[in-house]
């Protein structure tokens, strides 16, 4: 029996000010209407019966699940105690749902992806391979264009449709992204894969035995301070670059963004013909290569270039556009003064 897992306990600090501490990204509208997390929900349910997806969470987002997802139950929430990174989230899904399920597969709910064919054809791929071949399975988009943002997957190309994995790579330069699609041997890992529970729990066993220990103790056995004393880590660096031999990739095709920063927008929004990118009531002259956030403002701009703003509630941020991927060291500091 197969089940989905959405990770939704993120922070989504480089959307500040509209995602916030309280109420982050993976709960609001960014591109449409629905919150990133029903738009997550919606793609899996296609896949999963209501009853078979399950949200990892913090305590204090179990009620905006509750209320954003009404076909979640209580029981469908796995709530972490504090993050402790993809590792820590992931461990305490497989310590909860392993005697229920041969495999699960974890996305994190703050992705937008465009449904469609290609999504289903690789989401089926990948769990059948999972299933089947043992193999903790990953989704790699082939990239069209050299993002410094994103990890990398060397992979080794063959006739089906799963592909062994050789080696991951942290976030690259441009010149070196550039090398890497260009080589076509290169995918991005886009966070969502499908670890069959046998395989996973040995793989944590001999690469995490602390979260191996925690998932060992099973859904009533584990208490608060079992979690908080595990480290940090994220399940690509503390398990996957680890474990090659038990990991498979599928090279996928469809859309996929994972909006961490401000600038991702001028990827999934339509730009003008100042190469400008707006959502919200936004009027312009003389501007250009701008990105304005404001759904609930009314913003006009005059003989300006390369600025980020964005409007929410009685904030608003006004900055370079490209800074914005550095928000995280920045930030902090501009939120210091007094």
């Keep these: 029996m197969k089940a989905a897992v959405i990770l939704a306990g993120g922070s989504g600090e480089r959307l500040f000010p509209y995602s916030s501490e309280n109420l982050p990204k993976q709960f609001l ?21 209501a ?3 399950y949200v990892v969470t913090l305590a ?9 997802l009404p076909a979640v139950t209580q029981r469908q929430i796995i709530v972490e105690p504090a993050r402790r990174d993809t590792a820590g989230a992931i461990a305490l899904a497989l310590a909860k749902l ?14 937008h992806i465009q449904d469609g064919e290609e999504w289903d054809t690789a989401l089926e791929t990948a769990l059948a391979a999972a299933e089947r071949d043992r193999t903790i399975t990953l989704f790699g988009i082939v990239p069209n264009y050299p993002e410094t943002g994103y990890g990398y997957v060397e992979y080794e190309r063959q006739d089906g449709p799963v592909c062994r994995v050789i080696a991951f790579h942290e976030k690259p330069s441009r010149d070196v992204a550039l090398r890497m699609v260009q080589s076509g041997r290169y995918l991005w890992n886009c966070g969502i894969f499908a670890i069959p529970c046998d395989t996973g729990t040995r793989a944590f066993a001999q690469h995490l035995p602390q979260h191996h220990a925690l998932i060992e103790k099973g859904p009533d056995g584990i208490d608060e301070t079992d979690f908080l004393a595990l480290p940090k880590v994220s399940i690509d660096y503390g398990l996957m670059e680890k474990a090659n031999e038990e990991v ?23 730009g003008d013909a100042n190469g400008n990118y707006v959502f ?3 009027k312009s002259l003389q501007t250009e290569n701008s990105i304005v956030f404001a759904p609930d403002h009314e913003v006009y701009l005059y003989d300006v270039s390369d600025l980020l703003v964005v409007c929410h509630n009685k904030q608003v941020l006004v900055a370079n556009k490209n800074a914005s991927r550095d928000m995280k060291q920045w930030l902090p500091k501009l939120m210091s003064q007094q």
């Design 98 to 111: 392993r005697r229920q399920y041969d495999v699960l597969l974890f996305c994190p709910a703050d992705h």
């Design 60 to 68: 204090s987002f179990v009620e905006t699940v509750l209320y954003q």
């Design 51 to 53: 009853d078979h997806i």
């Design 248 to 270: 498979a990739i599928v090279p996928a095709y469809f859309p996929w963004n994972d909006l961490g920063s401000w600038t991702a927008l001028e990827r999934v929004l339509n």
């Design 29 to 49: 509208p960014l591109v449409g209407q629905r919150s990133m997390l029903q738009e997550t929900y919606t793609r899996l349910r296609k896949h999963f019966t």
């Design 280 to 282: 919200g009531d936004v």
